[in-house]
């Protein structure tokens, strides 16, 4: 974005903030944790059913990390930083 100041050169402004990085990595972050949270539960035997598959771990938290990490990361990219008013 160009903001151009009274007898001066544009200014060019960034897309996003500081900020809007920060919380792009919390929810980043946050994905990666419930990504994380789903790893595992395998069986060496085929025929033997493991019941590791049906946790509260892969079934409830992982699902609402992953969420709340793209909520997450929606807001950091919807949040309007603060405009200077160098005028």
Avoid: C, H
């Amino acid at each position: 974005m160009e903001i151009k100041t009274k007898n001066s050169k544009p200014k060019f402004q960034f897309a996003f903030t500081k900020e809007n990085y920060i919380w792009m990595a919390i929810g980043v972050v946050l994905l990666f944790l419930g990504y994380i949270l789903l790893i595992g539960g395998g069986s060496k035997d085929p025929d033997t059913f493991n019941y590791a598959l049906f946790n509260t771990r892969r079934l409830v938290i992982s699902p609402i990390l992953i969420i709340l990490g793209l909520v997450v990361e929606v807001y950091a990219i919807m949040k309007k930083g603060k405009q200077s008013t160098e005028e």
